[in-house]
């Protein structure tokens, strides 16, 4: 196994849950690190992501300034804290890693390598 997700859960409209993705040393140390959602009926999308070069991150608008992803170099984590949470943030969670990506691609799914289980997160109104 690649990459391993855990937490999610279940949180009310406003409370805070945190994710965390863990990987093998190879794909921590170069891979980009990213999150991806998918909810019931819709397309997987792209949440925020992370470079192993220099910390860099990239978030979509629909979370922006609500969730932070980070890196844990010493765990060989990568941890999405989501806060201020909405119903309408109710998904499976997927952490992926992606070897060779660009600005332009990195929204995409099909740019990314590898791929964990998804985590369900259910935010309640």
């Known amino acids: 196994v690649q990459l391993q997700a855990f937490g999610g859960g279940l949180a009310q409209a406003g409370g805070s849950l945190r994710l965390s993705c863990a990987s093998s040393?190879?794909?921590?140390?170069?891979?980009?690190m990213g999150w991806f959602r998918q909810a019931p009926g819709k397309e997987r999308e792209f949440v925020a992501a992370?470079?192993?070069?220099?910390?860099?991150?990239w978030y979509s608008d629909s979370v922006k300034g609500r969730f932070t992803i980070s890196r844990d170099g010493a765990n060989r984590v990568v941890h999405l804290d989501m806060n201020s949470l909405k119903p309408e943030d109710s998904a499976v969670y997927y952490c992926?890693?992606?070897?060779?990506?660009?600005?332009?691609?990195?929204?995409?799914?099909?740019?990314?390598?590898?791929w964990g289980r998804g985590t369900q997160v259910t935010v309640s109104s």
């Open positions: 992926a890693a992606a070897a060779e990506i660009t600005i332009a691609t990195m929204t995409h799914a099909e740019a990314y390598d590898f």
């Open positions: 040393i190879r794909i921590f140390s170069s891979y980009l």
């Open positions: 992370v470079s192993s070069s220099d910390g860099s991150t």
